[in-house]
């Protein structure tokens, strides 16, 4: 709706008040203030159902924000407040305010200024556009973080910067689902990755951190979005982040008023995750180290026959199963499924039904597979696995999995079918920083020189 139109707004902006009027204003429950006024605005307002309340989300623009702002202001400010009171608590102020202004974006409860002006002949880039999608969420979410969670942005910047910053992410991603929000796992690898002389924890006291932006707004919400998308899931991940919000709205929680309620809200010890992420300027870095490939066969190994041999034990005429590694004397052409072996089919058709459905077919191949850890924070092992018959496959490993050796540690992955390639962190989920170890077999990656140097040899 609109209340003052460009066409008013534009006639009101030709003459200029003589007299002098009072405004008074009141607010509850507000820790700042800050108003604005010119006869060049144009005014328009929505109201947005939360929860059954209704709340106006309100935009005050000059014509010169047009025709982007009375596309998109308000319609953002109402996503927003939507938003975040999913992932928080209903908001509880009357009102939201998004003001144009020059290149800026600062915030202050239920208003806030924000920059985005098309060029004079009113075209603009999907950067600007972006830009000004960007930092209205942004501005009008932090009413929820720190206006009305209250913290110390002086002392803990990312308590209300990287919180705010993965929530108006969240946002962001529901206003335009292909927005590129730059607050991803993905997006924090460069920074992460950089000289350790110029990263600062992000628990450093907020004036002295170095690189601020990557320091307290995306790193902790890159975090964030781990958290909730790979290590704890949507449902619990929310249920335990609006527990946070609810418990300590209007109230001043410190670092580890959220720590502790992250964890005891959601029942998960996240303990190795707040000191690796929060505590620390460690990295990301997982990969696959080597992987051993085993093979049936009817044919005793080199192995069995010195087995048999100290233990003199005559292989001859049994029947027996052996494992051979590929490459260790043994030509994978005479591999056996385990089909092949009729003592075990027979033993396999003497199971009862759900033992059957349990072991469902004997394995013909194993994979041990030696994970590396150079990095030093811990991470779930998020494997992508593709077979032979072109399918794939995911199998996930909680951190939990470095407790006994945090450098690398063996799975053996038993299957009916022939492995041709596996692939950590296919997503890009974990903000791993060196993906040149993430695959099996390594990709070979010839350069010109070494192919021009092998055209020669030929
Ligand atoms: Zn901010």
């Not at 607010?27 to 605005?41: I, P």
């Not at 998020?382 to 006994?404: C, H, L, M, N, V």
């Not at 945090?406 to 920083?433: H, Q, R, W």
């Amino acid at each position: 709706v609109f209340i003052v139109t460009q066409e008013e707004a534009i006639e009101n902006e030709k003459g200029r008040a003589t007299d002098t009027k009072t405004w008074h204003y009141k607010a509850n429950n507000v820790r700042d203030f800050a108003f604005a006024t010119s006869r060049k605005y144009i005014w328009d307002a929505m109201a947005v159902n939360i929860n059954g309340h209704n709340v106006m989300a309100v935009s005050l623009y000059p014509k010169e924000g047009n025709p982007l702002w009375e596309e998109h202001s308000t319609r953002v400010v109402a996503n927003t407040l939507e938003e975040y009171s999913k992932l928080t608590f209903d908001y509880p102020y009357s009102k939201a305010v998004s003001v144009n202004a020059d290149r800026q974006g600062m915030e202050y409860p239920m208003i806030c200024f924000n920059f985005g002006r098309p060029s004079a002949d009113g075209t603009y880039s999907e950067r600007l556009k972006h830009g000004m999608i960007g930092v209205i969420t942004h501005e009008v979410g932090h009413n929820f973080f720190p206006m009305i969670v209250n913290s110390d942005e002086r002392q803990w910047t990312w308590m209300d910067e990287g919180l705010n910053s993965f929530v108006e992410t969240l946002a962001e991603l529901d206003y335009d689902p292909n927005f590129d929000t730059g607050n991803l796992p993905k997006d924090i690898v460069r920074y992460m990755s950089g000289d350790q002389k110029f990263l600062s924890p992000i628990m450093s006291q907020g004036d002295y951190v170095h690189q601020f932006g990557p320091n307290a707004y995306t790193k902790p919400a890159a975090g964030l979005y781990m958290l909730r998308h790979t290590i704890m899931g949507e449902e619990l991940f929310d249920y335990a982040f609006r527990t946070y919000a609810q418990r300590w709205m209007f109230k001043h929680p410190t670092p580890a008023d959220f720590f502790r309620t992250m964890e005891d809200a959601s029942a998960m010890d996240l303990d190795w995750f707040w000191r690796g992420w929060f505590y620390t300027t460690d990295v990301t870095d997982i990969g696959i180290k080597e992987v051993k490939q085993y093979y049936l066969t009817d044919q005793p190994t080199e192995a069995a026959k010195k087995f048999a041999e100290q233990r003199n034990f005559n292989l001859e005429g049994r029947q027996l199963v052996y494992y051979a590694e590929a490459g260790d004397n043994f030509d994978p052409k005479n591999a056996k499924k385990a089909s092949d072996f009729p003592f075990l089919n027979e033993y396999i058709n003497g199971l009862s039904p759900e033992e059957k459905a349990e072991l469902k077919e004997a394995p013909s191949y194993f994979y041990q597979v030696t994970f590396e850890k150079p990095g030093g924070l811990v991470m779930p092992i998020i494997a992508e696995i593709s077979y032979a018959d072109g399918t794939k496959e995911r199998k996930t490993f909680p951190a939990q999995i470095w407790r006994y050796d945090e450098n690398e540690i063996n799975k053996v992955f038993k299957t009916d079918k022939e492995i041709t390639s596996i692939v950590v962190d296919p997503d890009l989920e974990t903000a791993d920083v060196d993906t040149t170890n993430n695959a099996w077999p390594q990709e070979t990656q010839q350069t010109d020189f070494e192919k021009f140097k092998n055209e020669m040899k030929n």
